[in-house]
C-alpha cells in the first residue's frame, strides 16, 4: 500500500524567510510519480512539480526547489525568500499505475503555509 | 479557457435530503475524479471514471452516487445515506497518456457542503 506522510500541520514563516516543506513516501512500486499541488484560500488545487522514480535530481523553478531522495524516500519542497501570496495549503503526492490503466494518487494531509508580512 | 467547473460553490442542506454536486471540464480529458476533503485528512477519492458509461468506486464511495452520461460531465449525489456530509469536495480530470501514472490531475475551485 502506498502512503505519504506530511508531518508538518501548520508552518508560520515571517515574509523573506526559507521554509521547507517535508514529505516521506512509502510505496512497493519500482516505477513511481512524485507531485507537489497548492491549494490556495480559492480552493482550487494547482500543479506545481512532478517527478518520476528514476529521476533525482533536484529542480529550482524560481524561488521554488526540490529535492528528491529515494534512499530516505523524501520529495522535499522548498520555499527560498517566501512572500505573502506563498501562503496555502501545500500537498504532496504519489501516483502509481494499477490495472486497466488507472491511475491510483495518494495524498499526503497537506501542511498550511502561513507567511506573516 | 480550459478548465473545470463546479457548482455550486457553497451549498446548505438539512438532514435527510440528496443533494448534486456539478463538475463540467472542457478540457477533453477522459478520467474524472470526486474527492472529498476534511481538515488534516488530506484528500480521499469517492468514485472515479475513465470513461463515458463507465464509474468505479473510490476508497469513500459509501452515500455517494455518480454518473458519466458525457465526456464533459460527472456529477455527484450525496445521498441521506452518507453519514457525515459536511465536506469540501473536489472534482478533478485527467488527460489519459500512454505513461501510466505520470498524469497530472486538474481541479476545479470545489464545492463546501454543510448540513444543517
Known amino acids: 500500500a502506498q502512503k505519504v506522510t506530511q508531518a508538518q500541520t501548520e508552518i508560520s514563516v515571517v515574509e523573506k524567510e526559507d521554509v521547507t516543506l517535508d514529505c516521506v513516501y512509502e510505496?512497493?512500486?519500482?516505477?513511481?510519480?512524485l507531485f507537489w499541488y497548492k491549494q490556495p484560500p480559492s480552493g482550487e488545487l494547482v500543479f506545481l512539480i512532478r517527478?518520476?522514480?528514476?529521476?533525482?535530481q533536484n529542480e529550482i523553478s524560481g524561488r521554488y526547489s526540490w529535492n528528491f531522495q529515494k534512499s530516505t524516500s523524501s520529495f522535499n519542497f522548498t520555499i527560498t525568500a517566501s512572500q505573502v501570496v506563498d501562503s496555502a495549503v501545500y500537498f504532496c503526492a504519489l501516483s502509481e499505475a494499477e490495472r486497466g490503466g488507472y491511475q491510483k494518487v495518494t495524498f499526503g494531509t497537506g501542511t498550511k503555509l502561513q507567511v506573516i508580512p | 479557457d480550459g478548465g473545470i467547473t463546479q457548482s455550486p460553490k457553497y451549498l446548505f442542506r438539512k438532514e435527510g435530503q440528496n443533494v448534486t454536486l456539478s463538475c463540467e471540464q472542457n478540457?477533453?480529458?477522459?478520467?474524472m475524479y470526486w474527492y472529498r476533503q476534511d481538515p488534516g485528512q488530506g484528500l480521499r477519492l469517492i468514485y472515479y471514471?475513465?470513461?463515458?458509461?463507465?464509474?468505479q468506486k473510490g476508497d469513500i464511495a459509501e452515500g455517494y452516487s455518480v454518473s458519466r452520461e458525457k465526456k464533459e460531465s460527472f456529477p455527484l449525489t450525496v445521498t441521506s445515506a452518507q453519514k457525515n456530509p459536511t465536506a469540501f469536495y473536489l472534482c478533478?480530470?485527467?488527460?489519459?497518456?500512454?505513461?501510466?501514472?505520470?498524469?497530472?490531475?486538474?481541479f476545479g475551485a470545489g464545492s463546501r457542503l454543510t448540513v444543517l
Open positions: 478533478a480530470s485527467q488527460q489519459e497518456s500512454e505513461t501510466s501514472g505520470a498524469n497530472v490531475l486538474t
Open positions: 478540457l477533453n480529458h477522459d478520467a
Open positions: 510505496t512497493r512500486d519500482t516505477t513511481y510519480y
Open positions: 471514471s475513465q470513461i463515458v458509461n463507465d464509474f
Open positions: 517527478r518520476n522514480s528514476f529521476d533525482e
